[in-house]
């Protein structure tokens, strides 16, 4: 720094060096910080009086300069010592240094001296100013979010890691590392193991790791993974968390063995039962691109699921899937979306009254579950007699005996119904 004329006078008027009068003795009152771990340098403030920098003239400005060459200092604890370094004036009460500690047990944990010496040979100590408390030993924390306990994989299973690691101060986190290994597989080959690090940003006591790994999909699902988690900070030898080991059972993955019934109209509604295995809780199926209802289904057990399928824009043959935690199954075969009976004419359209009427009755979608109903309303009316199911677009019977006019229904229990308004009467005699 440079001290203007005003400055040098009052360094004279406080008896300064370079001045009339005796010289300043320099005393040290406290020390800032008051206590610290010796495993790291950092840096000590002095508080006190008779700080005195020396002084240089300064060619071009014809101004004295301070420098604090000349300074030295050390803590010390008998004949153990670290050097103060690097001084800094602030004021004549104030100035700073770096303590340099060269090896972390040079001082050891407890009360030490507080020394330095100026320029001119004097010196101050203050005893016991300084507490000194040895290695950082305190460990970091580890947390683990996920996987959590009772979650549940399969071979090809994703693995979303979250770990959270924490250390109090001084310290600071460096690095949280995750492992992850697998087992032989059954030919006998073993993949490598795989390794990341979650580096922690600019003295941070906190690590927030995210991580994902893929199960390879060719072991057993009896087998066990394993991930190995561990984070260090920067103390040195930096301390290191104790390691936690997350084992992760693997399971079966799901499978799909049956569907009943296999077909079912369009409209959807049609009441299905899946068989399979590792149908976990959640599990969803989709027909289609579309969910089983209600929101995908419901998980009876490990190995059943029900519910109704959606409807579909057409007749179509469509894959069924289940999709779980522990992967996804598509079962052998498809679902038979079917179109309803479509009725387009009864011949005769027309009986006498009180008589019984053979007719033929054609259409298209006609299946031998299929029942032709007539009457005004389906709940009322009366079924086919004799019906005989011939092909998909014709079944003959016998309309009952009855009077006036009735609507022809052709109603089928998997895949609806359809009907012909006022299509067949019977009249007097």
């Not at 103060?84 to 100035?95: A, E, H, K, N, R």
């Not at 109090?168 to 795989?194: C, F, I, K, M, N």
């Not at 009876?300 to 179509?316: E, F, K, M």
């Not at 309309?399 to 006019?405: D, H, K, L, N, T």
Request: proline share 9%.
């Amino acid at each position: 720094m440079t001290l203007g004329p005003r400055a040098s006078l009052a360094l004279c008027a406080t008896a300064l060096v370079g001045c009339a009068g005796s010289e300043p003795q320099p005393r040290i009152d406290a020390v800032d910080p008051a206590q610290a771990y010796t495993d790291r340098d950092f840096r000590l403030t002095l508080t006190g009086a008779g700080f005195v920098p020396s002084f240089r003239l300064d060619p071009e400005s014809g101004e004295r300069v301070a420098t604090m060459q000349g300074f030295s200092g050390k803590v010390s604890q008998g004949s153990i010592s670290a050097p103060l370094t690097d001084f800094g004036w602030v004021s004549p009460t104030q100035i700073s240094a770096d303590l340099d500690i060269q090896d972390p047990d040079d001082l050891a944990a407890g009360p030490c001296d507080v020394e330095i010496m100026d320029p001119r040979g004097h010196k101050a100590v203050l005893a016991g100013g300084f507490l000194a408390l040895g290695r950082y030993i305190f460990t970091p924390d580890l947390t683990v979010t996920s996987p959590a306990p009772g979650d549940l994989y399969a071979p090809g299973s994703l693995i979303h890691g979250q770990v959270i690691a924490t250390d109090g101060p001084p310290g600071h986190l460096v690095v949280l590392t995750w492992t992850y290994t697998e087992p032989a597989s059954d030919d006998g080959s073993q993949r490598d193991p795989l390794t990341g690090n979650c580096p922690s940003g600019l003295r941070s006591d906190r690590i927030d790791c995210a991580f994902d790994v893929t199960i390879s999909p060719d072991l057993d699902p009896n087998m066990t993974v394993n991930l190995n988690i561990v984070a260090s900070d920067d103390a040195v030898p930096p301390n290191q968390s104790s390691p936690i080991h997350v084992p992760i059972n693997l399971s079966q993955r799901p499978t799909v063995s049956s569907v009943t019934p296999e077909s079912g109209g369009v409209a959807g509604g049609t009441n299905v039962v899946l068989r399979g295995s590792g149908f976990v809780p959640g599990s969803r199926t989709y027909f289609g691109d579309s969910l089983l209802v209600p929101d995908g289904g419901i998980v009876v057990d490990n190995q059943t699921i029900t519910g109704y399928t959606p409807g579909y824009s057409t007749s179509a043959a469509v894959t069924v899937t289940v999709q779980s935690r522990l992967g996804f199954a598509t079962w052998a075969y498809k679902f038979h979306y079917q179109l309803p009976p479509q009725i387009q004419s009864i011949v005769p359209s027309f009986g006498t009254q009180g008589e019984s009427t053979p007719v033929t009755v054609s259409g298209a979608n006609f299946t031998e579950t299929t029942i032709i109903y007539l009457g005004q309303t389906l709940a009322g009316a009366v079924s086919l007699a004799n019906a005989s199911w011939k092909n998909p677009g014709e079944i003959d019977g016998v309309v009952p005996p009855a009077s006036g006019q009735a609507w022809v229904w052709a109603f089928d229990a998997a895949n609806g119904w359809t009907r012909l308004p006022d299509q067949f009467s019977w009249i007097a005699p």
